[in-house]
């Protein structure tokens, strides 16, 4: 999967790579789509929602340029599998979920995967997470409309938030926004397809 599928489309991020072969992405996946965990495609987790095809995980964490030790939030729990990640490459990670099955399987991967460093919330992680605030790296993984409000006030500054934006819910472009003293800049890096980001400041 990481040779074939994410090496050859261009990440190279070591601490990306590394996480990515250590990070058994069966255990994020039902049982009986756990063959089809390696192969190059969003697959579904329950609740009309996806687990994120690897490329794109491993895209987005290296948009990121995370180093250990960071505070990380995480918008869209979903399977966990992204957290994961995050958590592996030794950032301390807060993540959100709407969906209250979503949430309760994805704890109980934490804890059987030992992942401790891992912190969640139940609730609309478009409001972001006002109490543990600022966060040096925001991720939303679902497509909202524009970029939530709240989740570039909760951004530390420097800091940086990658997020799927599209006017149209479906196609979205995924988006680096940087703050750096008091100034926003945002980058395009290209077409991607999200579930919808639903809530105050989504869909
Ligand atoms: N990062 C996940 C991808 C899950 S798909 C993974 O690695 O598996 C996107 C997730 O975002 C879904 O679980 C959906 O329920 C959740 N979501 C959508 N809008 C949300 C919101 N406002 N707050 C929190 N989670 C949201």
Do not use: C
């Not at 070591?14 to 969003?42: C, D, I, Q, S, W």
């Not at 990380?72 to 807060?94: D, F, K, N, P």
């Amino acid at each position: 999967m990481v040779a074939e599928q994410i090496q050859a489309r261009g990440v190279s991020d070591p601490a990306v790579l590394a996480a990515m072969r250590e990070v058994p992405r069966h255990l994020f996946v039902e049982e009986a789509l756990g063959e089809k965990a390696y192969t190059n495609g969003p697959l579904p987790i329950g609740e009309g929602q996806t687990i994120s095809q690897p490329y794109i995980v491993a895209l987005m964490s290296e948009l990121l340029d995370l180093k250990p030790g960071m505070r990380v939030l995480e918008i869209g729990t979903g399977s966990g599998y992204q957290a994961a990640i995050l958590a592996h490459m030794g950032a301390e990670v807060y993540t959100v979920e709407r969906v209250k099955n979503l949430f309760y399987s994805a704890r109980k991967r934490f804890a059987d995967l030992r992942l401790f460093s891992i912190r969640l919330k139940l609730g609309d992680g478009t409001m972001g997470w006002p109490e543990e605030a600022p966060f040096e790296r925001i991720m939303v993984t679902a497509g909202g409309p524009n970029v939530p409000g709240p989740l570039v006030d909760q951004l530390a500054d420097p800091g940086r938030l990658v997020i799927p934006v599209g006017r149209s819910r479906r196609f979205q472009r995924l988006v680096v926004v940087v703050k750096q003293g008091g100034v926003l800049e945002e980058r395009d890096e290209g077409g991607v397809s999200f579930v919808d980001l639903i809530g105050e400041h989504g869909w």
